[in-house]
């Protein structure tokens, strides 16, 4: 016979707890909560020891803490400075994401190895390369070909692998820099040619090539620059540069083409320094 219901009979069996998720996601949820007490709650970036909290026992950014008063979550004074032990304990033993995860960084890092790695993060934006500007401007990569056309119309764009970087005026006194680029292969080269102090007393030009490009695309050509005179000629080869890493790092490791004054007006004429640039490819 049927049993009515609200008569009697066996209840049904109670659904199934759910899944447990697998132990690679647990760790991952277990590293995310814990990371979140360490977002700074003004700029939301991480507190990363040294940690000074107020005497409620909130945490503020050092950044954000240098601008403020007063602790933005209770109100209370954030002096004097009381470090928090327990917390710079839990940081060392915490992977943070990278600042620039939301780009696209999928590194998690120790607390000390952060800042470092951030410098040089292949997703953080991408200064403006143009050297000897107090320019500020900061974006995507394929935003910076738009800024220099609209905020440095002065720079000269030629076409071709093999092309003649013209400086004028190499005797100028002080600091210049001459500033060109190339197009070729389906990618913008910026050529760059400084005159600088490097020594006290002795001036020297520093000539490159960067790729407004990444690092990794970088690898991909190689380039050539040719002084000629009548009688000498100099040649330097190397792989370009990305412009996440500037004239400045080229200068300081050396990879440029490097050479005095004298040599220079070795190869000028009327005081305009002509350099053949050749772009090629990498072969596979």
Not at 31 to 44: A, D, G, V, W
Not at 108 to 119: C, D, R
Not at 138 to 156: P, Q
């Amino acid at each position: 016979a049927a049993v009515l219901p609200g008569t009697g009979g066996a209840s049904p069996p109670p659904p199934p707890p759910p899944p447990l998720p697998p132990p690679q996601q647990q760790q991952q949820q277990q590293q995310q909560e814990l990371t979140s007490l360490f977002e700074c709650p003004i700029c939301f970036d991480y507190v990363l020891p040294p940690i000074l909290q107020c005497q409620a026992g909130h945490l503020v950014c050092k950044q954000c803490r240098q601008q403020l008063s007063l602790c933005p979550t209770c109100r209370g004074s954030l002096t004097p400075n009381i470090r928090n032990l327990a917390m710079e304990k839990v940081a060392s033993a915490v992977l943070f994401p990278c600042k620039y995860a939301t780009t696209g960084c999928s590194l998690t890092l120790h607390h000390t190895e952060k800042p470092k790695h951030e410098a040089i993060c292949e997703y953080r934006p991408y200064s403006c390369p143009c050297p000897g500007t107090s320019c500020d401007w900061e974006g995507s990569l394929e935003a910076v070909m738009s800024h220099l056309m609209h905020a440095h119309k002065s720079i000269t764009t030629l076409q071709g692998e093999d092309i003649i970087f013209l400086a004028t005026d190499i005797n100028l006194p002080g600091a210049v820099d001459w500033v060109m680029m190339q197009s070729c292969f389906g990618h913008h080269f910026m050529l760059v040619l400084k005159k600088q102090e490097k020594c006290e007393g002795h001036q020297q030009f520093f000539a490159t090539v960067l790729l407004i490009g990444t690092r990794k695309q970088a690898e991909n050509f190689q380039y050539r620059l040719e002084l000629h005179g009548s009688c000498h000629r100099l040649t330097w080869e190397a792989s370009p540069c990305s412009i996440h890493d500037g004239v400045a790092v080229a200068i300081r490791n050396s990879n440029c083409l490097v050479f005095d004054t004298a040599t220079a007006h070795l190869f000028a004429d009327n005081g305009n320094l002509g350099i053949n640039v050749t772009i090629s490819m990498c072969c596979p």
